[in-house]
């Protein structure tokens, strides 16, 4: 079962045929992978179902849509919705995109929009019919399956990345950890509630100062019960479910998060404004400590210049999953083997042990960037032996 995903509410397939029929009739050939899920679970609802595209996060996978031609609402239906060219999406300027030409319907959210196939591509793709906007999710179905998650999942991928974080902060100082008793009474005292992620970071870490970096935590200087008081009493416009995370010391700038995990700023008595989704996230987008760390990696163990690994950073921050993976290797000098990141089918490890004795670290990491990128090429590169004198031009 993969990612541990149970299908409820199914609609038995009534004739196998139906699948092939709809292949030839969008002229798109399915892997073998989406067929067992269509075979098994046709118009099934997900007990995981929430995942993110490349430029937003939290969607909803409602469920699948009926492969059934006697079934009202069917593939055939949508997709041949898609071609008709009297539809607004189509003919009204605002929403004109006609790549939704190209698109092959297999399932839909809870609001009408709908996740498919980019035809030429194979990408798993979400398109939202409001702004006939269309937004790249995965690489491969299997890959999309493994990337769906419920809220555990979520909490659970947070702290991962939390942690990743706070490992690689320069000069990090920390105090001894909470106790799960103390960070009740923290909650008591406050009368709300802290988000998962900073509980994490309360039990494993208990407060961290860090170049760059101070946030709340038990200290008696910093500490969040006392300094969330504080603000609240400077700033009445503060919610009463935000609890202090950073004093900036820098222009009244205060940094809170809410029970969600989400992160706000206020200035002097401003109200909040959101500005980030995770304390991870918080941390990732307004913090060079972690990229410091990174160049200094890439310098010291592979001969580079500053500017190269500059350079070389900002391609592995062009996607925040292959960032964190090679984050992951950085910290632990290894490949990930829980739940490892798949690019087009393939991990960072798999490509280590089909390229090993051709790329280092640096080679197999951009080399998920590759299978993104250029897909159809680095996997062709990928099953014939690659020759670095192929590669390095493109990568090094």
Excluded at 148 to 163: A, C, G, R, T
Aim: with cysteine; proline share 2%.
């Amino acid at each position: 079962m993969k990612n541990n995903i149970t299908w409820s509410f199914i609609t038995p397939l009534t004739n196998q045929k139906y699948i092939e029929e709809y292949e030839k009739h969008t002229s798109f050939k399915f892997d073998k992978d989406f067929i067992e899920i269509i075979n098994l679970y046709n118009e099934g609802y997900p007990s995981k179902n929430t995942f993110d595209t490349k430029s937003e996060k939290g969607y909803n996978f409602n469920h699948l849509l009926s492969f059934n031609k006697e079934d009202s609402l069917n593939v055939w239906v949508y997709y041949d919705d898609f071609q008709n060219e009297n539809n607004d999406y189509w003919i009204d300027e605002n929403l004109r995109n006609k790549d939704v030409k190209n698109l092959i319907p297999f399932a839909c959210d809870s609001f009408g929009n709908l996740i498919c196939f980019e035809k030429y591509s194979k990408n798993v793709v979400f398109w939202n019919h409001e702004r006939n906007k269309i937004e790249i999710v995965s690489d491969t179905f299997d890959d999309f399956l493994y990337s769906l998650y419920d809220e555990k999942d979520l909490v659970n991928k947070n702290n991962e990345k939390l942690d990743l974080i706070l490992k690689s902060l320069i000069n990090i100082l920390t105090l001894e950890f909470c106790i799960p008793d103390e960070i009740n009474k923290y909650e008591k005292e406050l009368s709300l509630t802290f988000s998962e992620e900073y509980k994490f970071y309360l039990l494993n870490y208990g407060q961290i100062l860090a170049d760059g970096v101070e946030l709340t935590g038990k200290s008696f200087g910093n500490h969040v019960v006392s300094i969330t008081k504080r603000e609240k009493e400077y700033n009445p416009n503060v919610h009463n479910n935000l609890y202090v995370i950073e004093d900036t010391g820098i222009d009244g700038i205060i940094i809170w998060q809410d029970d969600n995990g989400f992160v706000f700023k206020t200035v002097f008595d401003s109200y909040p404004s959101k500005i980030a989704n995770s304390l991870y996230e918080y941390l990732y987008l307004y913090n060079g400590n972690t990229d410091e760390f990174v160049i200094n990696y890439i310098v010291n163990n592979f001969n580079k210049t500053n500017k190269v690994a500059e350079n070389m950073l900002l391609k592995f921050q062009r996607y925040e999953d292959i960032y964190f993976e090679f984050l992951f290797y950085v910290i632990n000098n290894k490949h990930k083997k829980e739940k490892p990141l798949l690019v087009k089918g393939y991990s960072s490890q798999m490509i280590e042990n089909k390229l090993g004795k051709t790329l280092n670290v640096l080679g197999i990491f951009n080399y998920l960037i590759y299978l993104r990128e250029n897909p159809n090429e680095a996997i062709n590169n990928l099953e014939k032996g690659l020759k670095i004198k192929d590669y390095k031009t493109l990568y090094y």
